[in-house]
Nanobody, 126 residues
């Protein structure tokens, strides 16, 4: 129903920055929130950040607060993740997702989202 395409991943040194983008196509209304998750090798997919579509309320996992910023461009149906002061432990595949069905205070759970992108690799070297 909603196609999501992530871009902007790559290889950076610790302390560097990357900006991830996620462009949505298909339906352009009834978005409740968009979010970013990440999955490191051998680990579960974990929540990173979310933003509600109407008001732009944001929520972050503790490990990225003060370093990452999620934002959205409603006109472009695009969500961004600006990642600064990157650490090796940020290395993961980053996934964009959209929530259209459920109300949530934080949109921090996988089951609150219904469409997912294919992921983009972020690698941070020491």
């Amino acid at each position: 129903q909603v196609q999501l395409v992530e871009s902007g991943g790559g290889l950076v040194q610790a302390g560097g920055s990357l900006r991830l983008s996620c462009a949505a196509s298909g339906r352009t209304f009834s978005y409740r929130a968009m979010g970013w998750f990440r999955q490191a090798p051998g680990k579960e997919r974990d929540f990173v950040a979310s933003i509600t579509w109407t008001l732009g309320s944001t929520y972050y996992t503790d490990s990225v607060k003060g370093r990452f910023t999620i934002s959205r461009d409603n006109a472009k149906n695009t969500v961004y993740l600006q990642m600064n002061s990157l650490k090796p432990e940020d290395t993961a595949v980053y996934y964009c997702a959209v929530a259209t069905l459920y109300y949530s205070r934080t949109y921090a759970r996988e089951n609150e989202y219904n469409d997912w992108g294919q992921g983009t690799q972020v690698t941070v070297s020491s």
